[in-house]
């Protein structure tokens, strides 16, 4: 499969390596065709890792990944280009996470998300949101935290849920261990437990961590 | 040990019943003196069991649990009196939720929480934050939930938050699952779960559920 990981930060340099060890083709999109850590990517995982713009990547992509911080997606989402997502399953990974005063801060929280914003601004993606609840190693890698610990998948399109379920998989969450929450309205949900994150973080002093749920059958 | 529990609504007559069968002497605290609710319940559970005002309540309880919603906490508080909460243990497991055109939403959210809010209006009470993230039956009776699932502490005062952790342990809460979160501020990630619950609610269709945190030690 082809793969967009739109940002060269962590996250999408975590997501891009870990999909070209899968075996795909992987396009790391940047605001510049010259962003110096994507062209390095491209060069040291050379073959099937490309750089480019954001828009070179999602033209590229048959799946694109939005791995840029949630207060920047829907800028960087522009620049992709509507036309290079329409019809394309959309995962989005990102948080609201703003800084005030040093402070972490959600922005939009509540009455919106970041992906009921993507799905707004960009009606025939078929967006996705999941991995948010968990730092990005264990997201491609979830054995680096014990116990059946789960991740979430939200939004409008069960085919394309699916097919984000399967790529779950392959990155080591096995189907019964990701929970469908519903549509893209539940995103919120899944954002919102960012605080609980951070104050996890901030107490085990490390991002190896994650929940199971707990249910009575 | 003496109780106060605020608030007649499920939650507080949930809390209120196991404290008795634990064998604590427990006021059920409500608005007026004559709330039929709280007088029957008193009735029916003759010897250790009392009605009242809110202020009658917080008067004869060592301890004070706020049971009533997260958005008439404070305006319950004022009532029950500062001067029957000063250096107790107030224990508030309200949530921030409201309603709007029918649909949940938190009030306050993000930049504030109720447990803060009770806080600052009470400065001379130990509030610790704890058990909102749960159904008030799992409250009580955690064993409803198979796993080793977690509930959270959080507070500014250490010694108020051992001896909540201690009545957790009645609760049937091993210590080992309670997680301290740190200070009063830490509330906001707590109750900024309650739409991750209402999701899982939905998607369950029942409220005996709860999440486990797995770490990496």
Chains 1, 2 share one sequence.
């Not at 509507?82 to 972490?104: C, I």
Request: aromatic share 6%; hydrophobic share 45%; glycine share 10%.
């Amino acid at each position: 499969m082809r793969y967009a990981v739109l940002g060269t930060g962590e996250v999408g340099r975590t997501l891009a390596g870990r999909l070209l060890e899968l075996g795909h083709e992987v396009t790391l999109g940047s605001r510049s065709r010259d962003n110096p850590v994507a062209a390095q990517w491209a060069t040291a995982e050379a073959g099937r890792a490309h750089a480019g713009t954001f828009a070179d990547a999602a033209a590229a992509g048959e799946v694109v990944v939005n791995a840029v911080g949630g207060r920047v997606a829907l800028e960087a989402l522009r620049a992709a280009g509507a036309e290079h997502l329409d019809g394309k399953v959309l995962v989005d990974v990102s948080n609201p996470l703003a800084f005030e005063d040093g402070r972490p801060r959600l922005d939009p929280v509540e009455s919106d998300s970041v992906a009921e914003r993507i799905q707004r601004a960009f009606p025939r993606a078929r967006v996705v949101k999941t991995l948010n609840t968990v730092n990005c190693q264990v997201m491609v890698d979830p054995r680096r935290v014990p116990g059946d610990h789960h991740v979430f998948v939200c939004g409008a399109d069960s085919d394309a849920k699916q097919q984000v379920t399967a790529l779950l998989g392959e990155f080591g969450w096995p189907a019964g261990r990701v929970l469908d929450l519903g549509g893209i309205r539940s995103a919120r949900a899944v954002e919102m437990y960012l605080p609980l994150w951070l104050a996890l973080f901030g107490r085990f002093g490390n991002a190896d961590f994650n929940v199971e749920v707990h249910r009575t059958r």
